[in-house]
């Protein structure tokens, strides 16, 4: 993989690798049609690529488990070696490259200094804030001081995985490093989130390279995320669906529903409230997503889906904060409490209003005795 | 926090502990009130005047023989509208799920298809009651905005329900979220309006009914 940026275009380099135009506009064809994007986007997209050089990408890894970028790897449309050796230029990334130490760190550097303004940053990772910083470090400088630096000359910013888009796992409850997602950090750039335990490869490399291809940011949600992958629930598009409109629900993970193939939703599928592709584009290469292979929906392309109580609470249940799964016995205490202090306030209005009636009949009884 | 995770978060709570306490409150206001004593000696047994209270919950939740011509399309409204009301909210089987993280009680639902049959049925039968009260003199006489409120926020919770269910509008979170929220307006008014109706209804037939039956008529 190239450290620094060659100034080749994209088509030049296609030509060294012996590839045709006519296969690059049915490999840009494929990843517009894989987007949703209409056919013609395919041979537009191809021309602005030929004739681009191949953007700086730099790729920062922070408080992550690196199943992001394992979930990258596994990218068939575009693949991820078709990607960083024709497209993009990806000048940065520390589990690809084999650079290490002062080496990586220089190439990092060199990388910023070249293509100031204009390279794509790539974070993968919360960044914690906590202790100064120390919980994540590397090259004896804080995730967070590496991400403000590198943002300075980013032309986007694209946050891969939920822990960079919404803070994922390290930002739960009691979030003990202080994880923030890129969004708490850095709030003068473009960012584009493309979230999920992990994202969807095709998710991660349609989003860099319709964002390469246009040099626009795609339109997006409230929360940030390419509308393109992110606009359906994947209730919407499942092929389950039938089956929760008919109410024919599986009640356990073995039982004859469950055989059957009928929804998930009383099993805690959280299908109905998360936007993700995964019922469309699925995974490795289309075989098949969590639903498909007989489990409900975590919801982990949603902010905060770690604290949101049980993954097997069926989704419209009550929640009782943080501490965890929905609880009847919290609802009849709360109901409990208030029945007695509604009581209470009962047997006082009562009271009051029969003395308030005592005291009428007693002037009514006066009155009269005074009349006669 | 998402507007759903406050709909059925700290929303739920306040409104079902608002709930519980008005309904609390207002029944036990009124349970323990007191009865001005009737010096009168009455007509027949204390027995009679219970079975006359008993009797009149059920001679009063049907229409009278005398009155059935100029009664009973309305009443045949009002209960296949409340039937409607109770199989969406009992039988659906999200708000059975719902119902059972609560409470932890469950029991069988019907086909969300035919839940949404019977709310578009029930929703059209609501519009048809409204209608029923501008347009008839004595009811719209009787009627105040305790009325009109109470039927336009049980309309909203059908109406955003619905809207859920079916996807209109924007996503099913945000039209989730709307329909809880709605929900929990809904517990909130409940023990201060009319609806309160659900719980008076009964007693307040059966003490008329003894209270008549002690001075020997049939009500």
């Known amino acids: ?372 | 926090m998402n507007l759903l995770d406050f709909a059925r978060g700290p929303a739920l709570k306040v409104a079902i502990a608002v709930f519980c306490l008005g309904v609390a409150w207002r029944i036990l206001a009124f349970a323990l009130l007191r009865i001005r004593r009737d010096l009168n000696r009455p007509r027949d047994s204390v027995f009679k005047s219970i079975t006359g209270g008993l009797l009149t919950v059920g001679s009063r939740s049907w229409p009278h023989r005398e009155f059935i011509g100029r009664t009973g399309a309305g009443e045949a409204l009002g209960y296949s509208y409340h039937i409607g009301l109770f199989a969406v909210v009992l039988l659906f089987t999200p708000h059975i799920l719902f119902l059972r993280s609560l409470f932890g009680i469950t029991w069988a639902g019907l086909p969300s298809s035919l839940i949404t049959v019977i709310s578009v049925l029930t929703l059209t039968l609501f519009i048809a009651v409204l209608f029923r009260r501008v347009t008839n003199p004595v009811m719209r006489m009787l009627s105040n905005f305790d009325d009109y409120f109470s039927w336009f926020i049980t309309m909203l919770v059908m109406v955003t329900g619905i809207a859920a269910t079916a996807h209109i509008g924007t996503s099913y979170e945000t039209l989730l979220a709307v329909h809880i929220l709605s929900v929990d307006a809904l517990l909130v008014w409940f023990p201060f309006g009319k609806l309160m109706h659900a719980f008076y209804i009964f007693p307040s037939r059966a003490l008329n009914g003894a209270l008549l039956a002690r001075k020997g008529a049939t009500s």
């Open chain 1, 1 to 372: 993989m190239p450290l620094a940026s060659e100034q080749l275009t994209v088509g030049e380099m296609l030509l060294r690798h012996g590839i045709s135009r006519r296969g690059f506009i049915q490999f840009c064809t494929a990843t517009a049609t894989a987007m949703a994007l209409p056919p013609w986007i395919g041979a537009a997209m191809a021309e602005q690529l030929r004739n681009a050089r191949r953007p700086s990408v730099m790729y920062l890894s922070f408080q992550e488990c690196t199943g992001c970028f394992e979930s990258l790897t596994r990218s068939f449309s575009p693949t991820i070696e078709s990607l960083i050796f024709n497209v993009i230029s990806l000048d940065y990334d520390d589990t690809l490259m084999a650079a290490a130490g002062d080496q990586a760190e220089a190439a990092l550097a060199t990388a910023m200094k070249d293509n100031f303004g204009k390279y794509v940053l790539v974070i993968d990772g919360s960044i914690p804030t906590g202790a100064a910083g120390a919980y994540c470090a590397s090259g004896g400088r804080s995730a967070v001081d590496t991400l403000r630096e590198a943002a300075k000359g980013a032309a986007a910013i694209v946050c891969v995985g939920t822990c960079s888009a919404f803070g994922g796992i390290p930002f739960a409850d009691p979030n003990p490093t202080g994880a923030w997602p890129v969004t708490a950090i850095v709030g003068d750039k473009p960012i584009i989130n493309v979230s999920g335990c992990p994202p969807i490869p095709e998710v991660i490399t349609g989003t860099l390279l319709q964002f390469v291809s246009t040099g626009r940011v795609p339109d997006l949600d409230e929360h940030l995320r390419p509308k393109v992958f992110f606009g359906n629930t994947i209730h919407d598009r499942c092929y389950r669906r039938p089956f929760f409109d008919e109410g024919k629900f599986a009640k356990s993970f073995d039982d004859e529903g469950a055989r059957n193939g009928w929804c998930l939703y009383e099993l805690g599928c959280k299908g109905p409230t998360t936007h993700n592709a995964c019922a469309t584009i699925k995974w490795n290469g289309g075989t098949s997503f969590p639903i498909e292979s007989g489990h409900g929906c975590l919801g982990c392309s949603e902010p905060g889906f770690w604290d949101k109580g049980s993954f097997y609470a069926a989704q419209p249940s009550a929640e009782w904060g943080k501490a965890g799964a929905p609880s009847p016995r919290r609802a009849v205490e709360l109901g409990g409490a208030a029945v007695a202090a509604g009581a209470v306030l009962g047997v006082a209005s009562a009271g009051v209003s029969r003395l308030r009636q005592h005291r009428s009949e007693q002037e009514a009884a006066d009155h009269d005795r005074k009349e006669l």
